[in-house]
């Protein structure tokens, strides 16, 4: 004897919700058209890039000439592969240190509340409203000044553009952070008190380890930032071994001939760091911003 299995039941899809699906897969197509566009062109010939009224049209032949060149370069090219490589030498350290120190300043703005604390943090997140265009001169003049006294030269070097970095990156990280230690119960930090922890094992037994999905936010917030940071690096990276990627992007650019080819295959290679971060961490993003977004 058998027994019969039961019928699922039948999907009915609304009109509406069909026409909303619409509007949504056109809307994506329509943000995907320049990755379409970086694609298809990198993909090409030198001579068959040079026709736009070909643009939309895939290419006859695939080539990887293109990826080749942005990369190692050519006889009239520069390659990405140094600006790549000092990329990567200052996103990481100045990522991982303006979040370390967003994270106990909002701690400390969170939990640990001192005499002048509601003042203090407004005068933080007034840095990030200043204009990056207002503080380039005295900043050089600052890095020189202190070349003079100390003898450590910021001014055309990564350590400069990692010291910049984490001082523009502290009042948005500071922000993120005390948003999110305020949605933590204090009763939690007064009960560790009463079992003698104190400011510094509360935060590296307590507060750290309920801080990953705050610390994913801020990394890809910063790494993103910092990556695609094109006016720092110009401005004060005045030499071509420290240029970051971004620079070495813009100088692929021809000044009579422009290698449409190349600079899309150049522009794809510059952006698949942040797309990897985003691919792996994206999920943790929105949700570590509504986990501190309750309090403010």
Same mark, same amino acid.
């Given at each position: 004897?058998?027994?019969?299995?039961?019928?699922?039941?039948? +999907?009915?899809?609304?009109?509406? $919700?069909?026409?909303?699906?619409?509007?949504?897969?056109?809307?994506? %197509?329509?943000?995907?058209?320049?990755?379409?566009?970086? *694609?298809?062109?990198?993909?090409?010939?030198?001579?068959?890039?040079?026709?736009?009224?070909?643009?939309?049209?895939?290419?006859?032949? #695939?080539?990887?000439?293109?990826?080749?060149?942005?990369?190692?370069?050519?006889?009239?090219?520069?390659?990405?592969?140094?600006?790549?490589?000092?990329?990567?030498?200052?996103?990481?350290? /100045?990522?991982?240190?303006?979040?370390?120190?967003?994270?106990?300043? !909002?701690?400390?703005?969170?939990?640990?509340?001192?005499?002048?604390?509601?003042?203090?943090?407004?005068?933080?997140?007034?840095?990030?409203? #200043?204009?990056?265009?207002?503080?380039?001169?005295?900043?050089?003049?600052?890095? +020189?000044?202190?070349?003079?006294?100390?003898? #450590?030269? *910021?001014?055309?070097?990564?350590? !400069?553009?990692?010291?910049?970095?984490?001082? =523009? !990156? &502290?009042?948005?990280?500071?922000? &993120?952070? $005390?948003?999110? =230690?305020?949605?933590?119960?204090?009763?939690?930090?007064? /009960?560790? $008190?009463?079992?003698?922890?104190?400011?510094?094992?509360?935060? $590296?037994?307590? %507060?750290?380890? *309920?801080?990953?999905?705050?610390?994913?936010?801020?990394?890809?917030?910063?790494?993103?930032?910092?990556?695609?940071?094109?006016?720092?690096?110009?401005?004060?990276?005045?030499?071509? +071994?420290?240029?970051?990627?971004?620079?070495?992007?813009?100088? #692929?650019?021809?000044?009579?001939?422009?290698?449409?080819? &190349?600079?899309? /295959?150049?522009?794809?290679?510059?952006?698949?760091?942040?797309?990897?971060?985003?691919?792996?961490? @994206?999920?943790?993003?929105? +949700?570590?911003?509504?986990?501190?977004?309750?309090? @403010?």
């Amino acid at each position: 004897m058998t027994t019969a299995t039961p019928r699922a039941p039948a +999907r009915h899809f609304h009109p509406l $919700r069909i026409a909303l699906y619409a509007v949504l897969v056109l809307a994506a %197509l329509f943000y995907l058209t320049p990755i379409y566009v970086l *694609l298809i062109t990198g993909f090409k010939s030198s001579t068959e890039a040079q026709n736009i009224f070909n643009m939309w049209v895939p290419p006859d032949v #695939i080539s990887f000439r293109a990826f080749q060149t942005a990369w190692f370069g050519a006889a009239d090219t520069v390659g990405l592969q140094q600006g790549f490589w000092n990329s990567v030498q200052l996103v990481v350290p /100045a990522t991982l240190i303006s979040s370390m120190i967003g994270s106990v300043n !909002g701690y400390i703005l969170a939990k640990w509340k001192f005499r002048g604390a509601d003042l203090l943090f407004p005068l933080i997140l007034f840095g990030m409203f #200043i204009p990056y265009q207002s503080i380039l001169i005295p900043l050089v003049q600052t890095y +020189r000044i202190f070349e003079q006294f100390t003898g #450590i030269k *910021l001014f055309s070097t990564i350590l !400069g553009l990692i010291v910049v970095h984490c001082i =523009y !990156g &502290i009042p948005i990280t500071t922000l &993120i952070f $005390r948003n999110y =230690y305020a949605s933590i119960p204090t009763e939690m930090i007064e /009960a560790s $008190r009463i079992d003698g922890a104190n400011i510094f094992t509360i935060y $590296r037994y307590i %507060l750290f380890p *309920l801080s990953v999905p705050a610390f994913v936010v801020v990394l890809i917030w910063q790494f993103t930032s910092i990556w695609n940071d094109f006016l720092f690096g110009i401005s004060l990276a005045n030499d071509p +071994r420290v240029y970051p990627i971004t620079l070495s992007l813009n100088n #692929i650019a021809g000044s009579f001939h422009v290698p449409w080819n &190349i600079q899309m /295959a150049a522009a794809l290679l510059t952006a698949v760091p942040p797309l990897l971060v985003y691919i792996f961490l @994206g999920r943790y993003f929105m +949700r570590g911003l509504m986990a501190g977004s309750l309090k @403010g």
